[in-house]
């Protein structure tokens, strides 16, 4: 395997006695971390090897499918690492020396500070034996990378058969818990170059606004039009929503988007890709999805006229260029023109409710809210919210001692639900799309949902659809009115259940009681 051009010259520069320093500075902050990319020559390059670490226990395994990316100084003496150990995505960047073959890594560099609790964590060499509570470690030294080829070699670490030793390259924390391992480990580590190319865009490229509808969802997308050429921008709506993937109309007037890298993401590197998909029933009524790859492209039928484009298959936003893996899919895409306009959305539905009283008062409900309006024109989801009606007409009020994130009581929920707080319950309890939402109450005869659409300037709201049930239990509380009183659509006064469902006297009854307050909400209390 030759050397290629680039590494050839970093080394020759290196080697040259005349040669003393002058890499591109770079920018560290307060505890020496480098976050942003360095200057230089950018290579992508995918791991292989051995390693470990505890997401919730202690667990041993391969960096396969994971990238590095490496950036080369212009000057030839320094490489750069971005995320170096395998499992740990800090996004941040350690430096290392370039010479005679090798990229010489110092250890002690911080790649992580938490400020909230005073440490961090950074490079050292790391020898476990026999548990994982009996380890050495070393910040003190360097790690050293041999170039081979176009390819990259950790030296000097290991692992017993029986995994029993451990010799890698980890992180160990320094600050509030100086010394202590991380449980982050790398060994064997082989960084294999990766050379991809991003779709070239034309700069004068016209595009327009289209939707990009599968099942019950989709998002607002970019297209443009170029003799035979097709460009699509925003299929990832999380990841790499920037990306481009260009497809061409074959002489068959078929639309075929080829297997396509996308852009680097953490520490993966993200493909556009197409592939088939069956549906199996479960059991349960579910639906389990199997994808098989073919060649990684996908085949839209096409209307010239109309500029719409639809598929079969399923477009995914795919971790790996040669099977279907982890990543963003959707399943048989149309794509259609989008021009914004105000509608009557289309009726919702309630999919599911689930009653986990015994276990905790708390319900679950699915919800399907469809992003069409009454014409079938789509509709902007960042323009759709949706209410939750419990019993009568009143909107369900959400309330932050509740939902934990709230910073003020809502009744109406964005159907792209994304609140800022932190990242322990940021898809706990409503989750965005209205896939479902948790609720801290039980004991309802009925629960229903509307759909409100804000678009064209006017705000519009489909029909309340109920989902009504009735059954043993607490979930029967409420399934007959003997005693009680409806004043105009509501409650008329606080009504007070034991746990078998009799009415009882709200200010006598002892014990748990189920509580229904004079403003909707039903609690649970001990007395």
Not at 244 to 256: A, P, Q, R, S
Request: with cysteine.
């Amino acid at each position: 395997m030759k050397t290629s051009r680039i590494l050839r010259a970093a080394l020759i520069l290196a080697a040259a006695t005349a040669m003393t320093a002058n890499a591109a500075e770079v920018t560290r902050d307060s505890h020496g971390i480098i976050r942003q990319q360095p200057a230089g020559t950018h290579r992508l390059y995918m791991r292989s090897g051995g390693a470990t670490y505890a997401p919730i226990y202690f667990q041993t395994v391969t960096q396969d499918g994971i990238a590095t990316e490496v950036v080369f100084s212009e000057d030839g003496t320094k490489a750069y690492f971005k995320n170096i150990i395998s499992h740990a995505a800090t996004d941040t960047w350690v430096e290392g020396d370039v010479a005679d073959g090798k990229i010489t890594v110092p250890l002690g560099q911080v790649v992580y500070w938490f400020e909230g609790g005073g440490y961090g964590m950074q490079l050292a060499l790391v020898e476990v034996k026999g548990n994982i509570t009996t380890y050495t470690t070393n910040n003190k030294g360097t790690v050293t990378f041999t170039i081979r080829g176009d390819d990259l070699y950790l030296e000097g670490t290991s692992a017993t058969p029986d995994q029993t030793l451990f010799v890698g390259l980890g992180l160990t924390y320094t600050g509030s818990y100086s010394g202590e391992w991380s449980y982050y480990l790398d060994y064997e580590t082989v960084l294999t170059h990766k050379d991809v190319t991003i779709v070239d865009v034309p700069a004068d490229l016209e595009t327009q606004t289209y939707s990009m509808e599968y099942e019950q969802s989709g998002h607002l997308v970019q297209v443009g039009f170029r003799d035979n050429d097709v460009y699509v921008q925003g299929i990832s709506e999380n990841n790499v929503p920037k990306a481009w993937w260009k497809g061409t109309i074959g002489e068959d007037g078929k639309l075929v988007f080829p297997l396509q890298f996308a852009q680097v993401y953490s520490t993966y590197l993200l493909y556009f890709c197409g592939a088939d998909f069956e549906g199996e029933t479960t059991e349960a009524g579910g639906t389990t999805w199997k994808y098989h790859w073919t060649d990684g492209s996908a085949t839209f039928d096409l209307d010239p006229g109309a500029r719409t484009f639809s598929t079969g298959q399923a477009v995914c936003v795919n971790n790996a260029d040669d099977h279907v893996e982890r990543g963003e899919t959707f399943r048989a895409p149309f794509f259609r023109p989008y021009t914004e306009k105000a509608a009557t959305p289309a009726d919702p539905s309630v999919e599911a409710y689930i009653d986990y009283f015994d276990l905790a008062n708390i319900s679950i409900m699915m919800p399907k809210v469809p992003l069409l309006d009454t014409e079938g024109n789509f509709m902007d989801p960042a323009k759709v919210s949706w209410q939750i009606f419990v019993d009568d007409d009143e909107p369900f009020t959400l309330y932050p001692d509740e939902y934990r994130y709230l910073t003020e009581a809502i009744d109406e929920i964005p159907y792209l639900f994304t609140p800022e707080q932190d990242a322990q319950y940021s898809r706990s309890y409503i989750y965005e799309k209205a896939y479902a939402i948790y609720i801290y109450q039980t004991g309802f005869r009925r629960i229903g949902v509307q759909t409100i659409y804000r678009g064209g300037g006017e705000e519009h709201r489909s029909n309340i659809v109920y989902y009504n049930f009735g059954g043993d239990g607490i979930q029967s509380v409420f399934s007959s009115t003997e005693g009680e009183e409806m004043v105009n659509g509501k409650w008329s006064n606080e009504k007070c259940y034991d746990l078998s469902g009799r009415r009882v006297n709200s200010s006598k009854a002892g014990g748990l009681v189920i509580k229904r307050l004079p403003d909707g909400r039903v609690v649970k209390q001990l007395r």
